[in-house]
């Protein structure tokens, strides 16, 4: 089927413009550090173009997608990390998290959590953040080898709530670049083709062959949005790891860098066309536990996860054609069209849906309440 399979990253292309913040974005500092080598090496694609027809590459991302997570700040700066261990830290950017000790966190599940910043660098542009509730999860895995080649195709991701989801793809175009931005001193970083946009400060770069953190995504050198650096996880590992050993000693008392702006955090409307989506990108990877738990506890109540996951076993990918979300008092009404790719005894079959969706919270986690929908064709 020619249809974008990841229906989280439908808005890729607009991101890149969207502003979000708590993003350091470097536009004349710094090419004039740079040495004088071409910085563009090749152009960079959507992930969704990119995975057409590879089913490794859309498991690399789908299951980075979990460990990914959005930051909000109380001034309402955004930014984005990962989980790095089983203690529940996340790796982020000094600068997302910068004048704060306590954070929110969203997941890819759609939970707000509470956040405390264990360690931040001064110079460093680096932070850990300890999330209690994520203790225990797998995270991602860092790549044991110290560097990277020119050449190795890597995807960048960002926050996954809403338009913050980013996934962009591109290759290592450069090593050992260096260069500093008051007050972080930024050595040795990678050169990427594939763009840090505002939602990607602070998420991971991540190799596209293996799935391994190669590094922390950072900074964008040009409106071009064809040129990012990412700090390799060689280079930070022992520091993160001495903070998650000792949290909260000698934390710095830092102020966020003039060069960030302010956004707002995604509306509930958004946030409820990411649970929609997420809740079919679930159901094309067959991940029917994930998919299973966003529905609200009426109907899980009346629906078991056996039945559920029954429903869906012959239902292959699904691609979301069009979707909107309306807000209808403390809940959000979501009304998507689909295709889905049905596996029946005659063969595979192509159907159209239309479907509305009740959204609402509880226990603050915001719910797929209810559903009904319609055939259109097949």
């Known amino acids: ?29 710094v090419p004039a550090q740079l040495p004088n080598k071409p910085l563009v090496a090749t152009v960079t694609t959507k992930a969704t173009q990119a995975s057409k027809g590879n ?49 929110k966190v969203k997941t890819a599940d759609a939970r707000t959590l509470d956040g405390k910043v264990i360690g931040m660098g001064t110079d460093m542009d680096i932070a850990v ?28 991701l960002g ?17 050992g670049r260096d260069f500093t931005i008051d007050p972080y001193v930024y050595t040795n970083l990678y050169q990427i083709s594939a763009p840090i946009a505002p939602g990607n400060s602070g998420g991971p770069l991540i190799h ?24 390799p996880v060689s280079e930070i590992q022992e520091t993160v790891q001495k903070w998650s050993k000792n949290p909260g000693k000698d934390l710095p008392k830092t102020s966020k860098p003039a060069t960030d702006t302010v956004s707002d955090a995604p509306s ?29 506890s009426r109907w899980q109540s009346n629906l ?10 012959q239902t292959g990918e699904v691609s979301i054609d069009s979707i909107i979300a309306s807000k209808d ?6 009304t998507v069209e689909i295709t889905a790719e049905e596996r029946k005894d005659s063969g595979t079959v192509y159907s159209s849906y239309k479907l509305d969706y009740v959204l609402g919270y509880e226990n603050d986690i915001l719910k797929i309440l209810s559903g009904e929908g319609k055939k259109l064709t097949s």
């Open 159 to 175: 926050s996954p709530l809403g338009l913050q989801n980013t996934i962009t793809t591109g290759i290592i175009s450069g090593v």
């Open 1 to 29: 089927m020619n249809k974008a399979w990841i229906v989280s990253s439908i808005a890729s292309v607009v991101i890149v413009a969207a502003g979000i913040g708590s993003f350091m974005y470097i536009n004349r500092t």
């Open 55 to 103: 089913p490794a590459l859309k498991d690399v991302i789908f299951n980075t997608q979990k460990k990914v997570v959005m930051i909000e700040l109380d001034d309402g700066s955004l930014g984005s990390g990962f989980l790095y261990n089983k203690q529940g830290d996340i790796i982020t950017n000094a600068h997302v998290v910068a004048g704060a000790l306590n954070v």
């Open 208 to 231: 596209a062959d293996t799935g391994e953190v190669l590094g922390i995504n950072s900074a964008m050198a040009s409106e071009s949005n064809t040129i990012g650096f990412s700090i």
């Open 129 to 156: 953040v300890r999330v209690p509730e994520l203790a225990d999860t797998e995270p991602l895995a860092l790549a044991q080898n110290s560097n990277a080649d020119v050449g190795d195709n890597v995807l960048a």
């Open 304 to 313: 078991s996860y056996a039945d559920f996951r029954q429903g869906y076993i």
């Open 268 to 296: 509930v409307q958004d946030d409820a066309q990411y649970i929609v989506s997420y809740f079919y990108e679930s159901l094309s990877m067959q991940d029917y536990v994930t998919a299973y738990s966003l529905l609200g």
């Open 329 to 334: 008092g403390d809940q959000v009404k979501v």
